[in-house]
Structures are given as C-alpha cells and as structure tokens.
C-alpha cells in the first residue's frame, strides 16, 4: 500500500528495548482499589454505592452522566470501604472524587455479566450500546468514550476503521505486547467496531520497529476481506490520529475538525480488545495493560492492573526503582505527566509508568532562543513555535493564536529538538489555558450580563404590576366612594381614600 | 515522593547551544589553514586578538546589563561572532580597529539588542562593516597571497611572525618595505579596477598575475577550505543545506546570466564564487540561525537574495567585495519573509488562513 508522508516530525531514541517482548503479567489483586470517578474526558460520573456495600467484580458502581461519559464497574469482589476525595492521577496532585473497594480476594463476576453468542448479528446500535454499558474509553490516553464515536456513523458519511497501533512514544510497549498476544481478538474487536460503524475498510497502522506484532496482526487478519495491515514508518508522532491518517490516506483532517471529516474514525488496539471482552463476554473495562519501564526501573514490565490499583503496587511488582527517578511519568516521555505522588490510582488511560534517570531527561536549563528553526522543521502541525512562544510571552495571546496556537496538538516534538531547550509545550499549553479560561471570563460575564437585565426586567415588570394593581384598586375605590356618596349624604369622607393609597404605597 | 511540575515532554535529544557553536569553530579549521598558509600569521594573530576582546566586551556587558556572565560566555557565541570578524579583516589591521570592531559587534549590535538570540544584524558582519565604512583604507589593504609568482611578478614581500605581529600591535612597517611593498589588490578589487578602465577580461586574464584556476589566485583555495568546512557543517547537521544553496545559488545564476550576455564584461560565475567571501558567506555567516529567516521557503528566499545582491553590489556598487553589506540588508527583511513564509498550518487551506 503506497503510504504518503507527513511533515515535520522527530526520531526520538525508542528504548522500547526495556520492556519489548515481556509477556504481558497479571498483577496480583491489590489490598485496596482507588476508583476515581472522573477516568475519561466528559461528564464525571455519578456513584451508584454506599459504604460498606458489598459488590461483585464488573458491577456497575458509577454511571454515566450525560452524553459525553463513561460508567465505571467494580474492578473486582469486595466491599466498598470509601466514597469520598482521593489524589488523582493529574499533575495537580488535587484530589477527585474516588471510591475505595476493599477486594475480598475471590474474584467472582458478577452473576448477569455474559456475552453475545454471536454478536456480528446485533444491529451497529446496540453494538454502540453494549460498548458504552462496558465503560469503554479511548485506551490510548485520551479516554474519549468510545461509544460516542461509535455512533459517528450517523452523521458522517464514513468509509474506513484505523486501528492505531503505531505506539509512537518511546519507552511504551503495552500495545505491541497485546497485539503480539491477542491479535486475533483485538482483530474481532475491530470488525465489530467497524460494524457499529457501518464500514467495510479496517486498516491496522503498525510502526516497523514492532515486526513480532505484525506478524501477529498479519496472520489474524489473513482470513478477511477488507482488512489491511500497514507498516508504518518509524516517525514521532506518527500516532496522532490526523498524521496517521493523512499517512494512510494522504488525506489531511480539516483544521479543528474531527478525522470523520474525511471518512475515517481511528481508535486503539488496546479499545478494540476492551470491545471484544465488552461483546463476547460482556466483560466491562475494570483492567489494562500498563509497561512499567524506564532506566530506573530495576525490572520494567507489561502488566495486565486493575483499575484503580496504585502505582506504588505496580512499582513495587517490578522490583521498585534501580535508582532515584529524576521523573516519574504517567504516559510516554513525550506527552506524558507528571506522576504527584506514588500512591495515586492507575486510570483507564494510562498506558505507561515510566520511571526515568537523570540522563534519560537530558534536561537542561533554558537558554535564550537563538532561532535555529529546529522547532518550525519538527512542527507536524507546520506551525512557527519560536515566534508562537515569542508571541505568548509577549502577552499577545491573539497573536499567538492567529499564527496558530490552537492547531497545536502539544506533541512536543519542537521542544525535544531545542537546543536552547526551552519549555514550549509548557509555554503553549500555559497559553491555551490562559485562553480557555478568557472565554469561560467572557461566558461569564455576557451571563451575568443577560441575568442583570432579565432581573431588571422582572423588577421592572413587578413594579408596573405594583403600580397598575394600586391603580386599579384606587379606581375600584373611588367608584365605591361615588357610590357611596351618591347613595349617603355628600362631605365627610372626602380624605380617606388619600390615605388609604399612602398605605398602600409604604407596604 | 514528591514531584516537582514539570511539562512534557520528559526527553531531549542532546543538542546544545554550545555544541553548536564548538562545531562551527571547527568547521573553520581547514578554510583558516590555508588562509594562515597564504596570508601569514596575521590571521591567527586577528583571532586570537578577537576572541579575547569579544569576550571580555561580552562579559562587561553581561555584568552591566546584571545578567549571569558564565552560562552566556559559555556558549561560545562570540568567540564564533569574534573568529568570523577575524576572518573577514586583512591580517595587517592595527589591533585599535579590531577592538572597535569588536567592541560594536558586541556591545551595540548583539547586547545592546538584549544578548544572544535578539540581536536582528549578525554581529560580526555590522562590526566588519562600521570598520569597512570607518576606515576604508586599512580595512581593504589585504596582504598578497604567498605565492611565488605573484610575489615576483609584482616584487612583494611577505611577513613573517614577528613583522605580522609587530605591525598589528605597532603599525611599524619592516626594515625597508613600504606599504606598496607588502600589500596588493585583491582579485575582486584588481577586476573592478581594470573593468572599470575598459579593459576587457580576457586581457585582464591574461595580464594579472591575481588569476588561479577557477578565482583569484590562494584566494580560491581559501575558499574551498571554507567549503570543505561547510560540507562538515552539513554532514553534522548543524546547518541545512537550505541557506548556502540558495546564497550559491542566487550569486550563480546572476552572474551566469550576465556572463553568457557577455562573458567580456562580466567575469565568469566561478569567479565569483572563488575570489571573495562568497562561499565563507554562504556557509558561516548567512547561516547564523539568529539573524537569519527561521522557515524553510524563508531561508531560500533569504539566501537567493543575498546571492543576487553580492553580484549586484560586486557589479554595480562602490564596493569590491559585498557578503557584509548584502547579509545586513537581507537581515533587515527577515522578519517580513518569516511572516509570509510560513508553512501551511496543518488542515488549514491558504485561503481560510487569513480569515483565522
């Protein structure tokens, strides 16, 4: 298949050597689960347990909260012992709403968990539906519900299934270690998936440095039609979804639109395994597989973590560190995040503990931009970084985003390159934040605005009411006091009805 | 454990400021041998009297402006700006000028701007230039090749270590010589000269003993040994070949043009890129990534230019050699070209950009 090139891009040093080939492990149970409740962008979601309630593993402990959201199952059986703040796992440090399960070390399913005999017959809906009750995200990071973009076939006219297998970030090899040990469920996974979507073209995008795992998905997918295996070349980040695509297709995703655009919707090998289990055994996402790799890693590993388990067990499972960390990363080195503390829970996104030494950082100091340009040759996004940062520093914020701020997909591969190794993705993320949060100000304010005048409004129309309503009674008044007086001698009662209105007037 | 924030991404590849520079200095190795091996010691003296000015003007004004002195010494900028200045003054130059020199290079051109990085005019370029302008004379009086039959046919002489020394750090002449005795036209100055009097090149050819075999003569040497340098430049990868090609470029197809409309009157391309500091130019100091257009349309465009306006000013202008002049003028532009050649940003067509 004739594949088209993108620009930009770097080669960074794969080390995936550290953890490539090891068979994938199962963590053994831990003694206590941290759920949180917010593991996929959207809606958090809403716990459906109590304290000390008693729940079997793939129970359903939290649902989903509108259309944009994932529910969450009990990884495994026990009782839950908490529902309150716990560390998350974000940079923050800042605690999420978590449920703690003590597991009662039996493992048992629960009773109504099981599968579809045949569930290529099910329409694509309920296909979607039986996806999304499973609690499936996005497992390549970016935990987007996977059931949503499933249901993408309704308004996109689509015509072909990426499966993301090209694991670009260095150091990770949990998705080159699945596909090599379960290519042919991640296989069935992805037709299934291509069913809901209602395409025919299933294309496996699978970087060389990975050849066992082709061979795997090679073999798997010999017996069916519409099924192609790619050999993608090694490039970071050929895994972003748009750059795949254009390689694949040659077709580039208009600007801040969704790769449906042109026909394609792309997800992982690791979402399509959870997919299978989800139809075949209508197992629920409650485990991952998760490299713990890194240089100070003494025994880096591909292992199979319940949800929730912290990284602390995971570590200590892989013989703990070699040597001090300089960084402890959540993800691969390239887009990855800080990890705030060791006892925070393992999500549904992470897909890496990456454990790195001083020399692996090669961090420096930031030096003054000599303009060298290395950034605007690894922009994949052919974007300008240096005059971007420039830009963002100057406090031009409108500047930085008509020279495109906001098509930055925050790969990083600009400040990898840098020599003066300065920290642009920081820079750049500093100033979409900044950003977002003038328009939630700007929200804010045109809200408040409109409530202002609707209150000035109502009070308005309460007081013409007020007034029509006195109005009213004072006619009523003095057609009772003509009548009175027409009926009674004339005089004396002329003041009273005076009075009677300043009454009403102070009330 | 506690960790302190810090963002993607959490890898670098090793490649530093620093390292860039050494490079760059190394790169000159081969192009200064033959030039100390023509020109005599004078170049080396030049060198090491601009490097150590530039650095002590560096740190005065790193200390004035209160900024950390070491990380900026350290980074071997100016000993670059210094070696690349050195390069383009004769080897007679009293050591004053090339402290003025250097002390506009470095203290007005690149620091008063805000230091490494900010400064819009490549630095050694501006302080060759204010001496070019300064002092016309002691900045065009170049030695003559070492090379015998010139020296015989023109009966010149040449210094050794310490009548070069002694003449920069004195401006005491030899016992005997005069100025005329040590001093010759270059070929670019000679084929103006002579052009100008109506002479037409193959006479020139003919009559000066200044002609190699493909530019002036010792200079074109010195030019392939910057050329040697630059291709070790591009193998490492520290400069692209975007730049010098489009500067070579540019400067050959002007004067290719020229030449075919009358090879008489218009020396031949290689000329021009043999007998100046064209390929120096093209390699080292067009290159300076500060000064220079940061995208990759940008930099051909940037590069072409220059090479158009070196032939322009070599032809037209009052000045014999014209690298300096044409990296300055086209420095002025670098901001214009880098707003409008930036590249498509990805999912963007070219008109919707606009609106953006």
Redesign the interface.
């Known amino acids: 298949m004739r594949l088209f090139t993108i620009?930009g891009g770097?080669h960074?040093e794969d080390r995936k050597a550290l953890s490539a080939g090891r068979p994938i492990e199962v963590l053994p149970i831990p003694k206590l689960l941290h759920i949180p409740l917010q593991q996929h962008i959207g809606a958090i979601a809403n716990p459906l347990v109590q304290r000390r309630q008693y729940v079997a593993k793939g129970e359903r402990i939290a649902h989903a909260q509108g259309a944009v959201s994932a529910p969450i199952h009990a990884p495994t059986s026990g009782r839950i012992v908490g529902l309150g703040l716990y560390p998350a796992n974000h940079?923050s440090g800042l605690s999420v709403r978590t449920i703690t399960l003590q597991p009662d070390g039996k493992d048992r399913w629960h009773k109504r968990i099981e599968g579809v005999a045949d569930p290529f017959a099910l329409e694509p809906a309920e296909i979607a539906q039986r996806v999304a009750d499973a609690g499936v995200v996005g497992l390549g990071g970016a935990t987007f519900p996977s059931a949503v973009k499933l249901g993408l076939g309704k308004r996109y006219a689509l015509s072909t299934l990426v499966i993301n297998g090209s694991e670009c970030e260095?150091y990770l090899t949990c998705d080159d270690q699945l596909m090599r040990e379960q290519a042919e469920a991640i296989v069935d996974g992805a037709r299934l998936m291509a069913r809901a979507l209602g395409v025919e073209r299933i294309l496996f995008g699978i970087e060389g440095n990975k050849p066992e795992a082709l061979a795997a998905v090679q073999q798997a997918t010999a017996a069916f039609d519409g099924v192609e295996v790619v050999r993608l070349p090694m490039r970071y980040p050929m895994g972003s979804e748009?750059?795949l695509v254009q390689t694949l297709t040659g077709k580039?995703?208009?600007?801040?639109?969704l790769t449906a655009d042109i026909g394609v919707v792309v997800h992982n090998p690791a979402t399509a395994f959870a997919v299978y289990e989800a139809l075949r055994f209508g197992q629920p996402l409650v485990s991952r597989v998760i490299s713990v790799t890194g240089g100070a890693i003494s025994a880096p590993k591909n292992l199979r973590v319940l949800i929730g388990t912290k990284i602390e067990d995971l570590v200590e499972h892989c013989s703990r560190f070699r040597e001090e960390p300089a960084?402890?990363?959540a993800g691969g080195?390239?887009?990855?995040?800080?990890?705030?503390?060791?006892r925070v829970p393992v999500m549904k996104g992470t897909n890496g503990i990456?454990a790195?030494t001083a020399a692996?950082?090669?961090?420096?100091?930031p030096?003054?931009?000599?303009?060298?340009?290395?950034c605007?040759?690894a922009?994949?996004?052919?974007?300008?970084p240096?005059?971007m940062a420039a830009q963002v520093r100057a406090g031009d914020l409108d500047a930085a985003v008509?020279?495109?701020l906001m098509?930055c997909i925050?790969c990083?591969s600009c400040?990898?390159?840098?020599?003066?190794?300065l920290?642009l993705?920081?820079c750049f993320?500093h100033a979409k934040g900044e950003l977002a949060a003038r328009g939630r100000a700007k929200q804010k304010q045109t809200e408040t605005k409109r409530l202002a005048e609707h209150r000035a409004q109502r009070l308005e129309a309460q007081k013409r009411a007020k007034r029509e309503a006195m109005a009213k009674r004072k006619r009523e008044a003095d057609l009772k006091k003509q009548a009175e007086a027409a009926a009674d001698s004339e005089g004396a009662a002329a003041s009273t009805p005076a009075a009677a209105v300043e009454e009403v007037e102070t009330c | 454990?506690?960790?302190s924030?810090?963002?993607?991404?959490?890898?670098?590849?090793?490649?530093?400021?620093d390292?860039?520079m050494l490079q760059v200095s190394l790169a000159l190795v081969p192009g200064t041998l033959v030039m100390v091996w023509f020109f005599g010691w004078g170049v080396l003296i030049n060198m090491a009297l601009a490097t150590v000015f530039a650095v002590i003007a560096e740190a005065l004004a790193l200390l004035l402006r209160r900024r950390p002195v070491l990380?900026a010494i350290k980074?071997y900028?100016a000993v670059v700006t210094a070696l690349l200045f050195a390069l383009t003054i004769p080897p007679t130059l009293p050591w004053w000028m090339t402290l003025i020199g250097i002390l506009f290079a470095i203290l007005i051109v690149k620091q008063l701007y805000g230091?490494?990085?900010?400064n819009p005019f490549n630095p050694a370029m501006a302080g060759y230039v204010f001496l070019l302008i300064s002092y016309p004379v002691a900045t065009t009086s170049w030695l003559p090749p070492d090379v015998s039959a010139l020296l015989e046919a023109r009966d010149l002489s040449t210094l050794s270590l310490i009548d070069s020394a002694r003449l920069v750090f004195t401006g005491a002449l030899p016992e005997g010589l005069s100025w005329d005795a040590i001093t010759a036209a270059t070929p670019l100055d000679e084929m103006r000269t002579l052009l100008d009097q109506g002479q037409r090149i193959d006479e020139i050819r003919a009559s000066s003993p200044l002609w190699g075999v493909f530019g002036g003569r010792g200079w074109e040497w010195v030019a392939a040994g910057f050329l040697l340098g630059g291709i070790y430049l591009l193998r490492q990868h520290v400069i692209?070949w975007h730049i010098p090609v489009a500067v070579l470029g540019g400067l050959l197809s002007a004067s290719a043009l020229f030449w075919l409309l009358d090879p008489q009157l218009y020396p031949f391309p290689a000329f021009h890129l043999f007998s100046g500091g064209a390929i120096l130019g093209a390699f080292f100091i067009a290159t300076d990534?500060?000064?220079?257009?940061?995208?990759?349309r940008g930099?051909l465009i940037y590069g072409a230019a220059i090479g158009v306006i070196i032939f322009a000013i070599r032809t037209w202008g009052g000045y014999p050699d014209a690298v300096a002049f044409a990296v300055l003028l086209m420095n002025i532009a670098v901001p214009t070209i880098?707003q409008y050649s930036?590249?498509?940003?990805?999912?963007?067509r070219r008109s919707?950009r606009k609106k953006?």
């Open positions: 620009r770097v960074p940079p260095p748009k750059h580039e995703t208009p600007a801040r639109g960084r402890l990363i080195p390239m887009m990855g995040q800080p990890i705030p503390e060791l990456l790195l692996e950082t090669g961090r420096r100091e030096a003054p931009c000599i303009r060298c340009g290395s605007v040759q922009c994949p996004c052919g974007l300008l240096l005059a008509s020279s495109g098509d925050g990083g400040a990898y390159v840098c020599p003066a190794h920290p993705v920081q993320n | 454990m506690a960790m924030f810090v963002s993607s991404p959490h890898s670098a590849r090793v490649n530093r400021v390292q860039v990380p980074d900028s230091g490494i990085g900010y692209t990534p500060v000064s220079a257009s940061t995208t990759r930099q880098d930036q590249p498509r940003v990805f999912g963007q919707a953006a």
